[in-house]
Nanobody, 121 residues
């Protein structure tokens, strides 16, 4: 069992920045990486970014490429999501999950409770 805890959400104006943190309790089989997903009201949960602990090229959804950056601190078992140039459409609950590090939701085994990000126009 891997515990996953997100932090860093909040309210920000359009064009602003936030950094989300995802702390994990460790790694186990099937948790080679960490991914960020988000879910807006009435919408499905979708992939945002993912990275493996081994440092393979991170993956991003097209909607956030060039604005968001995912990074990791292996010593702290923590992954960060730096979000710049935020837009109102980025408003959602952001979830961190431990799994493959891919863009496939079904490849993630352990999920956090989510952190709210609200971008005002």
């Amino acid at each position: 069992q891997v515990q996953v805890v997100e932090s860093g959400g909040g309210l920000v104006q359009a064009g602003g920045s936030l950094r989300l943190s995802c702390g994990t309790s460790g790694r186990t089989s099937g948790t080679e990486g960490v991914g960020w997903f988000r879910q807006a009201p009435g919408a499905a949960r979708v992939f945002v970014a993912g990275v493996t602990w081994s440092g393979n090229s991170p993956k991003y959804a097209d909607s956030v490429k060039g604005r968001f950056a995912i990074s990791r601190d292996n010593a702290k078992n923590t992954v960060y999501l730096q979000m710049n140039s935020l837009k109102p459409e980025d408003t959602a609950v952001y979830y961190c999950a431990a799994g493959s590090g891919s863009s496939e939701r079904y490849e993630y085994l352990y999920w956090g409770q989510g952190t709210q990000v609200t971008v005002s126009s």
